[in-house]
């Protein structure tokens, strides 16, 4: 709470000195278009290639290590790891943010708002860069008894016809590890991956493109979202280097 009560203020400093130029006021939601897949790979195609060392010290000087952690694992059950994430992904999340698209709750997702406005398109994809390169870690050592239950591992691998559930595999990779803009869930902070879920679930995150997650989340239960969020806790990327 200590690092995030700095950052706030730093960003609130920046801002009044004029370091920070913001696209909107505060708490004012910018309109961006939703996106289509056309619209979202033209864009990503448009963004500059990133620099993984440039983006460590985009890490640092934007001060995204007080919450994410050094290397994108985060060391609090607050905020989300985001070591590993594909590139694309963490360019969309940020254009997400800066844009509207991403505005569930202006309040929790405040600082990131700011800071993805005060970052232009080099420095999203440097820090995006930066992230990818990191590995994939497990956030917990053991598997919770949830985790382990077999109606869990069903939904990880199989899904659920009879609810159209597809199988979480078969988007975000048998490993968790993720693809282009399909985040990883491997080593994911559990409590982090409960507010996404229910946020899609419950209707109020919506940038997701062509309402993939939103569809998917309408049918699970919170004990359900509880069993995948432990299960992905305590999944390591094992992909071979």
């Known amino acids: 709470m200590l690092k995030r009560t700095i950052l706030s203020a730093c960003v609130t400093a920046l801002i009044g000195s004029g370091s920070i130029a913001l696209a909107a006021g505060h708490g004012e939601k910018p309109k961006a278009e939703t996106w289509t897949n056309v619209s979202l790979k033209e864009t990503l195609n448009k963004m500059p290639a ?11 000087m934007m001060m995204c290590n007080a919450c994410h952690g050094e290397t994108g694992k985060s060391p609090s059950r607050n905020y989300a790891s985001i070591n590993g994430q594909p590139k694309e992904y963490t360019i969309k999340m940020m254009l997400d943010y800066r844009d509207g698209r991403r505005w569930e709750d202006y309040k929790q997702s405040e600082i990131m708002v700011k ?23 497990a956030w917990v050592s053991q598997p919770s008894a949830d985790a382990q239950a077999p109606e869990i591992d069903r939904l990880v691998r199989k899904g659920d016809v009879n609810r159209m559930i597809t199988p979480c595999a078969s988007c975000h990779g048998v490993h968790g590890e ?64």
């Open 50 to 60: 990133g620099d993984a060392t440039r983006g460590q010290k985009v890490n640092e």
């Open 115 to 137: 800071l993805s406005q005060s970052m232009d398109d080099q420095q999203i994809a440097d820090i995006a860069a930066f992230y990818a390169e990191q590995p994939l870690e």
């Open 178 to 241: 993720g693809q282009g803009i399909i985040p990883a869930l491997s080593g994911q902070v559990p409590e982090y991956f409960v507010r996404t879920m229910k946020a899609y679930r419950d209707g109020q995150r919506h940038n997701d493109v062509n309402k993939g997650m939103s569809i998917f989340t309408t049918q699970l239960t919170d004990a359900e979202i509880q069993g995948l969020a432990d299960y992905y806790a305590a999944m390591p990327d094992k992909k071979e280097p």
